[in-house]
């Protein structure tokens, strides 16, 4: 199911940047990435609104929602007439992505138990960002051989009609593993404006979990946007741009089923402020070089760095969380987590237009390193281990 989802965002990855150039005749930075804009702060809500209903209605009809919001996005993308309906298109798939990646993350933490969170949040990110990448790969070829539309976007709509089918038909209900689990009691605060409050502010993990979740997604945010029109820049291919897009999401993907279970180990912490370090670094490396095997090498790099962060993060969140409010918190930590998509193409798309591409690559590496250090000061190891 997740990798379904994962598809979903895929599909737009190579393609969508340079459709605002070549189709709609977008110029500027900041208008090109209105569409980022729109996907990040509507998956934000999403997010939040997805912990809250799958608390009170179940898992399930969350999901199936998700998918009907979602099923008409190719289908705008394909037949958009001006770039407003590019970015209506992406609000439904926002809300889409935080509908539905929020529930497969819920219910996998319902299902999994506490000893073997960090390898399940691995399975399940691995699944989704490895779709990410397939899904990028292979639209960019399609867009080289039959053209930026409709080719692309046919993949998909044949997610968004397998995900519902396969949503109402088989997938089950989790909301009582949580209750099991749980037991009686209901944890000490189950108010949703005192979970945000404790997630956001009050826990010092939590809340260096969220800061650095946001500026994950900030930095992802300036490579879905801003890469393309960077390599394009540089005189690669569409296969290449398409290999290069999709080698990020692709050792992000395939790491986190490995790093997931590592976490499970070794703990959360080290993994997090490692790897946010490591994503920084790789950032000043994409802005460095001006060829395609040190873009490979640098984006590769990031995949792996987010690849020790994105599950363990999610992991670490279920740690502290009781499961009376765990679903919230989640989706109190994911509406920071992909708020920084929208902050990231806001402020990318800012300094390239004032400063150039490469400038806001290095401005972006700076504030991931940054948060880094802030989880290595702030954070606490969160992983219990058992007797």
């Known amino acids: 199911m997740n990798a379904l989802v994962g598809g979903m965002l895929g599909q737009e990855r190579t ?31 999403s997010n939040f609104f997805a912990g809250t209903l799958s608390d009170r209605f179940g898992r399930k009809p969350v999901l199936i929602a998700g998918w009907l919001i979602g099923l008409p996005t190719p289908a705008l993308l394909i037949w958009a007439p001006t770039w407003g309906w590019i970015i209506a298109a992406n609000v439904l ?42 899904t990028a790969f292979v639209t960019g070829y399609l867009a080289e051989r039959y053209g930026l539309r409709p080719a692309p976007f046919l993949l998909g709509l044949s997610y968004a009609a397998l995900g519902l089918g396969l949503s109402a038909l088989f997938v089950k209900e989790t909301r009582e593993h949580a209750r099991l689990e749980g037991g ?41 946007g801003l890469f393309p029109i960077l390599f394009a820049a540089g005189g690669l291919s569409l296969p290449e741009i398409g290999l290069l897009t999709a080698a990020l999401p692709a050792v992000w993907g395939v790491g986190q089923m490995i790093t997931g279970a590592v976490s499970d180990r070794v703990g959360r912490k080290h993994l997090i402020t490692s790897g946010m370090l490591i994503q920084g670094l790789a950032l000043a490396v994409v802005a460095s070089v001006n060829d395609f095997r040190g873009w490979l090498i640098a984006v590769a790099l990031i995949g792996a760095g987010t690849a020790m962060v994105y599950p363990t993060l999610l992991a670490a969140v279920g740690d502290v969380a009781h499961p009376s409010w765990r679903a919230r918190s989640v989706g109190v930590y994911r509406l920071w987590r992909d708020g920084g998509f929208a902050v990231g193409a806001l402020l ?14 290095w401005v972006i590496a700076g504030i991931t390193v940054a948060s880094g250090v802030v989880v290595a000061v702030r954070m606490r190891e969160t992983l219990v281990r058992p007797e």
């Open 184 to 224: 009686s009691a209901h944890g000490n605060e189950t108010r949703t404006w005192h979970i945000f409050l404790r997630t956001s502010f009050k826990d010092p993990s939590l809340s260096a979990v969220s800061q650095a979740g946001m500026v994950n997604n900030l930095n992802d945010g300036l490579a879905w």
């Open 348 to 361: 990318a798309g800012v300094l390239a237009d004032l400063y150039g591409v490469r400038a806001a690559i």
């Open 93 to 134: 798939l926002g809300i889409n992505q935080g509908l539905t990646w929020s529930t497969t993350v819920i219910m996998k933490i319902d299902l999994v138990g506490p000893q073997r969170r960090g390898l399940a949040m691995g399975f399940n990110e691995s699944a989704g960002y490895v779709a990410v990448a397939l």
């Open 15 to 45: 393609v969508l940047p340079l459709l605002a150039e070549e189709t709609f005749g977008v110029k500027a930075y900041t208008a090109i990435l209105t569409y980022i804009v729109a996907f990040g702060a509507t998956k934000a809500a």
